[in-house]
């Protein structure tokens, strides 16, 4: 029997005061009852109960042994009850590396439908690009990591979500110029307006075009996806965006979509973690949801 094993032997017969009751809550013999206690007392090399025709009581020591036996057990309880909850998603913590372009136009409907089925679960998001994002994966500071694909690093799980396009947009000082099919090599020629160079989307679509050939140099590098498309609309060059992500421009007929003789292969949006560090059950649930077909339906239908 193990030592966890014994002291909870004494706590319930100090309880009950009682070898027999004990024996009978633990579902065990009294002789095993007893064997327990005479180990403990043994290992102690002292006396604990003394025997009563009511059956038995503590001793001094065994009184002061008590108090602290008691808690400890019922800190373990209480310890048992938190995992409990923690597994079935009534308590806890859910942290999210993500940029803030993807939170707006991708996470939010996700973020709600999580939130909708375990509010007692808090959030923690930690903004940054993908390869912050891929750093504070790896140091712990989060669970989890939405971001833009492609990404490689053998420690990650990788799992694409749902299929993105890298389209150009221009307003309506460009639309003479722009109102047929052309080429990429034609739209290098216009004002460009990038993301800056450390961005993952950026990098994407600037090692595509080289692949063609066609070296880029932006005469705006932003910060911000939004900025691009208002720096479009403003009509200071064509900007390179997502176009899921400016469906709303296109929608209202603010930007213009260029239609260019061979569009840009198409990437993904998906969520990464460590390989090596199993998920929290919020993080399990979590990309369950991101992975859910439903919930790119309902994605589909912010667009």
Known sequence: M???????????????RSFSKAAKDLYMTQPA????????????DTRLFTRTPKGVSLTNEGSLLFEYANSAINLIHVGEE????????????????????ISRYFLLPYLEAFHNRYPNIKFKIVNGTTLEICAIIKSGEVDIGICNFPLEDPALEIRPC?????????GEKFKTILSGPVSLDEVIKLP????????NSRKYVEDYMMSEGIKISPDFELGSHDLLLEFAKINLGVACVTKEFSQEYLDKGLLYE??????????????????SVSLSPASTKFVEILENKRGQEHFSKMQ
């Open 82 to 101: 938190k995992i409990l909850e923690f597994k079935n998603l009534t308590t806890g913590e859910l942290k999210i590396g993500v940029g803030d372009t």
């Open 2 to 16: 193990s030592k966890l094993d014994l002291y909870k032997v004494f706590c319930k017969v100090a309880k009950s």
């Open 192 to 199: 460009l307006i990038f993301l800056e160079s450390k961005s």
């Open 258 to 275: 260029v239609q260019l003789t061979q569009e840009i292969p198409k990437r993904s949006i998906g969520v990464c973690f460590l390989k």
């Open 162 to 170: 749902i299929d993105i396009r890298d389209i150009f947009v221009y």
């Open 33 to 44: 009852v007893s064997q327990a206690i005479m180990q403990l007392e043994r290992e102690l």
